[in-house]
């Protein structure tokens, strides 16, 4: 893996979206209203493009922080890993559409 990164490589990594960089990488979240929440490490909270790693006292924006953090990489290694992952088309769009959809119907307590 190459030691340096352009600012253009950079800047395709900082607009890809945590939660797509979450899903494409496999790890295990789920939904949980207005945030995610890894199933794993259940003190580790995603809300937006930020994650909270409340039993770590971590905290950081975006893919690339994540990446570095939760992963153990160098700058030059995040960038890299977020821009080589595949990503669905329209990810983040259908994200949005469910949150929406969500946020139109009654809530409704748990039996």
């Keep these: 893996m190459k030691e340096r990164v352009t600012a253009e490589e950079i800047s395709k990594a900082r607009e890809i979206h945590l939660i797509d960089y979450l899903e494409a990488k496999g790890e295990p979240i789920i939904n949980q209203g ?48 977020v821009n080589g992952v595949e990503y669905k088309e329209n990810a983040r769009e259908v994200r949005e559409q469910i949150a929406q959809k969500r946020a139109n119907e009654p809530f409704v307590y748990p039996t």
């Design 34 to 81: 207005k945030f995610y929440r890894h199933q794993e490490h259940d003190s580790l909270v995603f809300k937006d493009n930020m994650y909270f790693w409340n039993s770590q006292q971590e905290k950081g924006v975006g893919a690339i922080s994540f990446a570095m953090s939760y992963y153990n990489m160098s700058f030059p290694q995040a960038v890299n890993d």
